[in-house]
């Protein structure tokens, strides 16, 4: 049986997009642990810096106490799911989200097998107020959370009216 043009572009989207946030997130890291010293910081903009933090915690450092082999645990059951779930269920405007907390999942995977902690290196402030450091997969995960419960409110939004 031939697979449809949908059956045969989900998958391809999927791989293209995870794999371009995979590989930008790689690329920036390096960059910054070959050129920027740890705790030094490059002003940018009046309210952006480059910084190098090794970030052993979750999300903004939480959980750093709980040790590397649960959050590769963690992260592993999560991108499974993902996949699974991507593959499975998705339709519509989801398919752009998905494959980015993807990508942005496995960035930060690659980070801790290798590493045993995420590089962060995008620092955003106002004044002595600072957002946490941040790098190009938890950007992409954000991006993709949002654009999924936006996608998700929205469609039941149209289902409501329909």
Do not use: C
Request: proline share 3%; no cysteine; glycine share 8%.
């Amino acid at each position: 049986m031939l697979r449809s043009d949908s059956q045969v572009r989900k998958p391809l989207i999927i791989f293209l997009i995870s794999f371009t946030v995979i590989f930008f997130d790689y690329l920036t890291k390096k960059i910054i642990v070959e050129s920027v010293s740890p705790f030094e910081s490059i002003n940018v903009l009046p309210f952006l810096r480059i910084v190098h933090v090794e970030n052993k915690g979750a999300a903004f450092g939480l959980f750093a106490n709980l040790g590397n082999k649960i959050f590769i645990g963690i992260s592993i059951i999560a991108i499974t799911l993902i996949i699974i779930y991507t593959l499975k269920f998705v339709r519509g405007k989801e398919i752009y989200s998905l494959p980015l907390i993807l990508g942005g999942a496995i960035g930060n995977l690659i980070d801790r097998v290798r590493l045993g902690n995420v590089i962060d290196f995008i620092d955003v402030y106002v004044g002595k107020w600072h957002w946490p450091a941040f790098n190009v997969a938890d950007s992409a995960l954000t991006i993709g959370i949002i654009l999924f419960i936006w996608s998700n409110l929205r469609s039941g939004e149209l289902k409501k009216s329909g």
